[in-house]
């Protein structure tokens, strides 16, 4: 009997379209995207989980590009829709056991996100309701299934799983570039821009100029002294030049070669770059490094215990659809 009924929603479902009326009065219609065991869910509901992303998408994209884009999004969030009523569908079998959402838990997270997103003043909460196309009532339902699902999938996950040292070590092994420190130079830099309208050294040449700072600098000034007199960067000359500890991606390639073949201390030449002259300094090396098992066994166990966590949640997940009847429609 149960499966001629499902039949029939199926065959009704796709004969048939739900009429809604648009927010400015013109009709439109609603086809029906799946069956998840008796109830059915609607394309609107897909659109309207994804409408932001896809309105931000279609200014991105364009062409069978756009379109593909836009349906692998559609599915991701109709396969989303359907796990959400699964769960849904089990929270009701648990209410006949007593389980329920209290209305004031509700009401709190409405009033956490009025006082977040909209600093408290409810009136533009509302407003903005309203423009979205939704009544308060709505949002409460759909917070409220969002507590629902979060609560069940939280409550699915293991929180006794054990992790074992050898589970530990061959993470950390098969991870190893995840946990190696790349080399890094502690760098100071001189920039001179050539036709720069805002020149310290008007009407000077620069070639010169470099010429003259780095022989200073080779007879002992101070490179933060002449940094602070002389270098074009705005951003690190009150600070003497200083570009703290970098690694070889920080700069582009022609200085980067230079810091890096550096000793601490040494002077480098006068290095032209496009309209812009450098000289640099290394004040300190370090090399590349591996953080150390010990350093990071803790943050590998959690990590090892989250992915156990979401396995679990996942084999109830795969248990609550293969006790199901799912039939994708769009």
Known sequence: MRRFVLTLVVILATSLSLRHV???GAEVIDGVAAIVNNEVITISQVRELIGTRERAMREGYNGPDLADKIKEMRLAALKDLVDRQLIIQEFRKMQEKGANIPDHVVDDRVQGIIREEFAGDRAAFVRTLQAQGYTLTRFKEIEK??????????SKMTESFLVSPNQIQSFYDKNRP??????????????????????????????????????KLKTGAEFDRM??????????????GDWGWIERNTLNEQLSKTAFTLKPGEISPIIKVQNSLYILTVEARKNASVKPLGEVREEIEKTLMQKERMKSQQRWMDGLRQKAFIKILS
């Open 22 to 24: 648009h927010a400015e």
């Open 145 to 154: 299934e969002k507590i629902i699902v979060q609560a069940l999938r939280q």
């Open 178 to 215: 995840a946990y190696t420190l790349p080399e890094q130079v502690k760098l100071r830099m001189i920039v001179l821009r050539e036709g720069n309208s805002g020149d310290i050294i008007s009407g000077a040449n620069k070639d010169q100029v470099a010429e003259e700072i780095r022989e």
């Open 227 to 240: 940094a602070q007199m002389y270098s074009e960067d705005e951003a690190t000359r009150d600070a003497g």
